[in-house]
């Protein structure tokens, strides 16, 4: 039996939705409650907004093999606290790749882009993972990554940077982190952008997260017209 598979075999048995919003156990040595399997869409999101926060931020987890070795193996303290990082000078450099005309014209798009509203909370292709809310007893809710430090392989921002993001966002339109695997991270902003906003957010999405245009809605422009539209924002990394 691997290691993974011995983690998995421990976990609590799945409690009913009703019962879901308030911790049942523990998770990464945070208050938790096993979700039932398959639970997704809407049904996931309104146990994640009706979750008693009196016990901490509520987090929901895809308890991936990716995930559970990053939080128990390599991102253990990786999480530096005190003053994050510029995130700005983090972003600049995939932002001014922009300015490549090859790349301007392949990624910039036009106004006339069209993107999709996303509605969805369960990132795409990872329906069988295990599902978990755990709450995180922090300040601000950028503050998660303390606790639970994803990241920090490829392309994908280590954990003082996804806070750094999430503060960030978080001031402009109150988005907060919801939903976490070992490649995945979904927040729910508690306004969408204005049109003036939508812009420089997709510039600075794209520098956080080039996939979301390149493997994804293909050009900024999309992108801010997908944020006009959109209650959830999905980042993937691979």
Request: net charge negative; proline share 9%.
């Amino acid at each position: 039996m691997g290691l993974f598979d011995s983690l998995f075999k421990k976990k609590t048995a799945s409690v009913p939705v009703k019962q879901a919003c308030t911790p049942q156990t523990e998770l990464y040595g945070l208050p938790a409650v096993q979700l039932p399997d398959g639970l997704q869409g809407e049904a996931l999101l309104k146990i994640w907004k009706e979750a008693d926060r009196s016990y901490g931020h509520p987090v929901i987890i895809l308890r991936d093999e990716m995930l559970e070795e990053m939080l128990t193996e390599f991102n253990v303290g990786s999480y530096r606290p005190g003053p994050l990082p510029d995130i700005d000078a983090y972003l600049a450099p995939y932002i001014k790749e922009l300015e490549e005309p090859e790349q301007f014209e392949y990624l910039m798009g036009s106004p006339e882009d069209t993107g999709d509203a996303v509605r969805f909370f369960l990132s795409p292709g990872l329906s069988t993972a295990p599902r978990w809310l755990v709450w995180v007893p922090v300040g601000q809710p950028w503050e998660i990554f303390e606790k639970l430090p994803i990241g920090g392989w490829n392309d994908c921002p280590d954990a003082n940077h996804m806070a750094a993001y999430c503060r960030k966002v978080y001031g402009s339109c109150g988005a907060v982190p919801a939903l976490i695997s070992g490649e995945n991270l979904e927040m729910v902003p508690e306004r969408r952008p204005t049109a003036e906003e939508a812009f420089p957010m997709a510039l600075d999405m794209y520098g956080f997260c080039t996939d979301i245009v390149t493997q994804g809605v293909g050009t900024i422009c999309a992108l801010a017209d997908t944020l006009l539209r959109s209650d959830i924002w999905y980042f993937w990394w691979d």
